[in-house]
């Protein structure tokens, strides 16, 4: 390595990945982890979709390093002992949606996955408890968290695609939690109809319930 390189190397590492992995007791206890660039962190506040009559709110960390990540979740207030799919949405604006972008389903105003797919874009990375993690899991329903007690805590490691990490990394990313229990009934209901993404699912099962920008 010549000199310039290194110092670009050093810049880097002293830049990036000095104040955000110092600042956690959680990466220290990955520190083994890190390589000579050490390991990028980035979070998202997750807030809750409150069209969809949601309040589950809670934080989203993701360490990386090359396509290698682990992602942790937290989320309370989520429906209870109901499954949650939850994604790496990546290639829209790298926001969550407004109010504005809701529709109308089964005659409520409301806002549905693909409502807010210009906003946070499609589905990239599946975050499963077990198992694939590509978009081909997307409702993969019995390998996602079952919110116990209303409570969300996930913590896995795994090799993102190549597309999910560039996205992060350029501030495209955006985590979103589904799964809202619009009428209050304390289930997953037709009250909205059927999910776009899965007809034999009711939209209530699919619809966002929190959203945050990975940054
Ligand atoms: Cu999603």
């Known amino acids: 390595m010549n000199l310039t390189s290194r110092l670009a190397c050093l810049t880097v590492a002293t830049a990036v990945t000095v104040p955000m992995v110092m600042g956690s007791a959680q990466a220290d206890e990955w520190s083994g982890y890190a390589g000579y ?127 999910a990490a560039d996205a992060i990394r350029d501030d495209n990313a955006v985590i979103v939690v589904h799964g809202i229990d619009y009428d209050g009934d304390g289930a997953y209901g037709d009250v909205l109809g059927a999910s776009e993404l899965d007809p034999s699912l009711p939209m209530e099962a699919t619809n966002p319930a929190a959203c945050g920008p990975l940054h």
Not at 39 to 49: I, M, S
Not at 92 to 109: I, L, S
Not at 123 to 147: C, I, N
């Open 37 to 163: 660039h050490g390991v990028e962190k980035y979070t998202a506040d997750l807030l809750p979709v409150k069209i969809n009559n949601s309040q589950a709110s809670g934080t989203a960390t993701v360490w990386l390093e090359g396509e290698t990540a682990r992602v942790r979740i937290r989320v309370n207030d989520i429906l209870a002992d109901h499954p949650h799919a939850q994604h790496i949405h990546i290639g829209g604006q790298g926001e969550c949606p407004t109010d504005y972008d809701a529709g109308v389903h089964n005659g409520q105003r409301a806002l549905s996955t693909v409502d807010g797919l210009e906003a946070y874009g499609a589905v990239e990375t599946s975050l499963t408890t077990k198992g694939d993690t590509s978009a081909d899991s997307a409702l993969a329903v019995d390998r996602f968290p079952t919110a116990s007690g209303g409570t969300i805590s996930y913590d896995r490691t795994f090799e993102l695609s190549q597309a």
